[in-house]
């Protein structure tokens, strides 16, 4: 059964694939939110980080739940989105998809290419979203669990998976797409 705290996770990470805002994620929404993160890091249209970041995208599309739209073509409402959450699918959804989307944005982010990203490097996408600095400073620190200073993937993709599944109110991941 899907807690409170995973409800408003659910609605909070939907409202940021729901990229025309209109209630209801389509193709469209993850096509413009793939690019959304492109233009953030200034990746290039056809470069191997586009087409990383728009492959996840597709796949991630694939991988969710719907049902078809007026028009035949798959829609998913925000209420199917946090009903799903509680199908026993739902985790291999996240394992194969929503963590790997996450993961290919997080290298794109990673300028240096060390495998690590900072405060700035995250600040540079968080503030697209209109998330002060002070925000994302506090999620960045809260991610940060070794406390040397950068987020690794291995933490970031630790920390995407317990913001998609994680019912801990605890949990470090409950804050990667901002507090709730």
Known sequence: MTTELQRRKLEKVFASYDADGDGVVD????????QIWCDTYGVEPYSPGWRRIHGAAARMWR???????????????VAEWVAWADKPEFPEFVTNAAVPFSLAVFDVADADR???????????????????????????????????????????????????????????????????
């Not at 620190?141 to 605890?170: I, K, M, Q, V």
């Open 114 to 180: 060390d495998g690590r990203i900072n405060h700035a490097e995250m600040f540079a996408a968080q503030s697209k979203s209109g998330m002060r600095s002070e925000e994302t400073q506090r999620i960045f620190d809260r991610l940060d669990t070794d406390r040397d200073g950068y987020l690794t993937s291995e933490e970031y993709g630790r920390a995407a998976h317990e913001f998609y599944l994680s019912a801990d109110p605890d949990a470090p991941g409950n804050v990667i797409a901002g507090e709730l």
């Open 63 to 77: 991988g969710m739940r719907g049902s078809d739209g007026p028009d035949g073509e798959k829609r998913v409402t």
């Open 27 to 34: 193709g469209l929404d993850i096509t413009a939110m793939a």
